[in-house]
């Protein structure tokens, strides 16, 4: 059974939080851009996986998708993740992931933009 672009996505995103580095790295292109808008793209694989399993460890978040919509080659998840920072300070944030993809045998994430807005 072909898994549907919703269905790519909510798993990207599960892998994404659950620290499923192996299944990031099959699923983005050796030349995927990450735009994290107020920040610098980050440009390669590497430098996706280095950032997302790294320093800032997004694995160390509970999250939570609200909504994935898709269509063509590329889609958008709304969701929410929370962290505990320094002083074991509760922080939220809204998310919100833009994905460009090419679907040729394996789902492959070419680009994308993440709107990342904390909440109090």
């Known amino acids: ?3 549907s672009a919703n269905d790519f996505l909510k798993e990207f995103n599960d892998a994404f939080f659950k620290g499923k580095k192996q ?3 099959q699923h ?3 030349d995927v ?3 994290m808008v107020g920040a610098m793209p980050l ?3 590497q430098a996706l996986v280095d950032a997302a399993f790294g320093m800032q460890d997004y694995t160390q978040m509970a999250f939570k998708v609200d909504q994935i919509i898709a269509q063509g080659q590329q889609g958008v998840v709304k ?3 929370t962290s505990t920072g320094g002083n074991d300070r509760k922080r939220t944030y809204c998310y919100c992931d833009f994905y460009e993809w090419q679907e040729s045998g394996e789902w492959q994430i070419t680009k994308m933009t993440s ?3 904390e909440t109090k």
């Open 115 to 117: 709107f990342v807005v």
């Open 79 to 81: 969701g929410i993740m």
């Open 43 to 45: 440009k390669g694989r």
């Open 28 to 30: 983005v292109s050796d």
């Open 23 to 25: 299944f990031i790295e």
């Open 1 to 3: 059974m072909e898994t």
């Open 33 to 35: 851009v990450w735009i």
